[in-house]
């Protein structure tokens, strides 16, 4: 059955740099867009960014960029998102998603696939 599951979450002091993996199973990743989104304590979900499946990335949160970059390797199914000079308002559960689509999305509502999250904290 179709997996996703991130890794590389953690504690981390501010400025400190962190890369997630998102590694799937079960389907074939060339041809879905990955999203990666993250819920704070109290927060909805938002999006942060997604890659196509040709590797065009769209960010979506202002706060991140220049700091987050989003990448793929289809040959390992694996996606990433390297996370630099993180802050303690990046504090929050991080995921990533999957949708068999051509176009990217950063709506919860458009994947249909997620992974359980892995928790990144920030914090002296």
């Known amino acids: 059955q179709v997996q996703l599951v991130e890794s590389g979450g953690g504690s981390v002091q501010p400025g400190g740099s962190l890369r997630l993996s998102c590694v799937t199973s079960?389907?074939?990743?060339?041809?879905?867009?990955i999203g990666w989104f993250r819920q704070a304590p109290g927060k909805e979900r938002e999006g942060i960014s997604c890659?196509?499946?040709?590797?065009?990335?769209?960010d979506y949160l202002d706060s991140v960029e220049g700091r987050f970059t989003t990448s793929r390797d289809n040959a390992k199914n694996t996606a990433y998102l390297q996370m630099n000079d993180l802050k303690p308002e990046d504090t929050a559960v991080y995921y990533c998603a999957a949708d068999r689509a051509y176009y990217c999305s950063g709506s919860v509502s458009d994947y249909n696939y997620w992974g359980q999250g892995t928790q990144v904290t920030v914090s002296s």
């Open positions: 079960g389907f074939t990743m060339d041809y879905y867009i």
């Open positions: 890659i196509t499946i040709r590797g065009d990335t769209t």
